[in-house]
């Protein structure tokens, strides 16, 4: 992809500046999904060690974005009958998810269905775990949001929030001023869990990953 006098190569942040981390949009905004694929691979699989998955589960995993998490989330599940399920608002991550996992949908273990964390189109108690991974912060309501969160999940269940940020002393000015311009809520790791349990958590637990910005909040539903 060129810049509009189709001359140079658009920059990394050229792109993700026109393909919108909130709500991935166009050509931009699909070339930015492959790009978090590989760059949320570590922070993913870090935060997704922190909980056990078994063959017969269903998953949702919101804000899905280019669909790798559900992917990694299908692959440490196994086989059997259970179901990975992923949300998103933007048409282009859905599309995305869907190519990706292409295989997963065809065998009926996999899904991707285009709505919003305001209004999940599903059941009350529909699901055993619910991930959402450099997402969260994008999210118009948090404490609604995350209510809605606890609605689909059973009792007993887990919810695990992932980012590569959370609100402490010394971040870089680069990430303080994408934070500020983008509006994002990036709370302390006690904030975070004063919030799950505002949304009806009965008990949630920050992990925090030394020598990073990385925070992976855990509630119990
Ligand atoms: C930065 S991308 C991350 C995508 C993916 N989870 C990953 O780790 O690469 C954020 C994703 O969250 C989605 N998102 C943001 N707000 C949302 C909302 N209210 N409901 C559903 N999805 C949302 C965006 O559309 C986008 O696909």
Known sequence: MTDSANTRPLSEAQ??????????????????????????????????????????????????????????????????????????????SCAQSRELNAAGIASGRMEVRQASVEALPFADASFDVVTTVESFYFWPDPVANLAEVARVLKPGGRFLLVADVYQKDGLAQEVLDNIRRRSLTVLTPSQHEDLLLEAGFSLARAHLKEGTDWIAVEGLR
């Open 15 to 92: 792109i993700t500046e026109a393909g919108n981390p909130a709500k991935p949009q166009g050509e931009c905004g699909a070339l930015m999904l492959e790009r978090m694929n590989r760059s949320h691979e570590e922070v993913t699989n870090w935060a997704l060690d922190l909980l056990s998955f078994s063959p017969d589960q269903r998953v949702l995993d919101v804000g899905c974005g280019g669909g790798a998490t559900m992917g990694r989330i299908s692959q440490r599940m196994g086989k059997g009958s259970g179901t990975v399920v992923g949300v998103d608002y933007s048409e282009v």
